[in-house]
């Protein structure tokens, strides 16, 4: 099952059995208010910085998130898809329900993007899965619906499931649907990270897609979060995940790490290679 996305000149495929795809999740204005002070500014100087420092970072997609309270969407969502694409060649993850300020994204997105989100929810299977065959997108799949996010895996199962047959209906193919299995912190619920890997080998074995995750949320309220991020995310990969959503200064190489001792990097030479770089330029920073 191969989800393929285009940039500007780059193509990127997620498929299982090839390294895992980072999806880098700066440019979102949650919980980072210089830049909410940006966007509503204006500022797409801001923006493309955040992009660029991604991609140098290890990011093969770039997400694009402009929701800021105050914030005109439909006129910030396409500014800022339009200023990172002169930046960037790889592909762009357009992170937004909005109805109106979707489309006009898309309309100007190189390439084929994915689209961040679509879940389980009659309204937004209504809303965005017509776009996606519009458009000729992929799409991410949230495991949530009209009452929530589920705490079996099972039932989040049972919405990807939905999500892929109904996508069906309309001849989007399964390997334009990227199914995010959904993280939430084990400080509330210490079953939390189980059901997400659960549902992550299930989605896998049974529906074959690709399967995308924001692991942060895993650790939200506990300490030292990073190394429980980091270790989450190895055992997702295993699991069967194939495109995380992260902080690619501070994912990459454990990312790179599971991907070579799984077999994907031959001879570490990749490993080998980012290893080197990296002490390079921290020499250079010296």
Not at 11 to 28: A, H, Y
Not at 43 to 60: F, H, W
Not at 254 to 270: H, N, S, T
């Amino acid at each position: 099952m191969k989800t393929v996305l285009e940039g500007r000149t780059k193509t990127v495929t997620i498929e299982r059995g090839g390294p895992t795809i980072i999806i880098g999740e700066r440019i979102n204005p949650t919980g980072r208010k210089r830049l909410g002070e940006a966007l509503l500014a204006g500022d797409m100087d801001y923006v493309r910085n955040e992009a660029l420092k991604q991609v140098e970072d290890g990011a093969d997609v770039i997400d694009i998130n402009v929701g800021v309270a105050g914030g005109d969407e439909d006129k910030l969502l396409p500014m800022a898809v339009q200023a990172v694409s002169e930046v960037i060649d790889c592909p762009i993850c357009i992170d937004s329900p909005h109805p109106t300020a979707l489309p006009k994204a898309l309309e100007i997105c190189p390439g084929r993007p994915l689209i961040n989100s679509v879940n389980g929810e009659e309204a937004s299977l209504a809303r965005v899965l017509p776009l996606v065959k519009e458009f000729n997108t992929a799409v991410i799949g949230l495991t949530m619906d009209d009452e929530g996010i589920p705490t079996t895996a099972e039932k989040r199962f049972a919405i990807a499931e939905k999500i892929v047959n109904r996508a069906a209906q309309l001849g989007i193919p399964a390997e334009s649907i990227v199914i995010d299995c959904l993280a939430l912190t084990v400080g509330a619920d210490h079953q939390a990270a189980l059901v997400t890997l659960e549902t992550i080998r299930r989605v896998s074995a049974e529906l074959g897609v690709n399967i995308a995750l924001g692991a942060s949320n895993v650790s939200f309220g506990l300490p030292d979060r990073e190394t429980i991020n980091e270790l989450f995310l190895a055992m997702a990969i295993q699991a069967g995940l194939t495109c995380a959503i992260v902080h690619p200064g501070k994912a990459k190489r454990g990312i790179m790490v599971v991907d070579m001792l799984l077999g994907r990097d031959e001879f570490a030479m990749k490993y080998i290679k980012y290893h080197r770089a990296q002490e390079k330029k921290a020499a250079a920073n010296a």
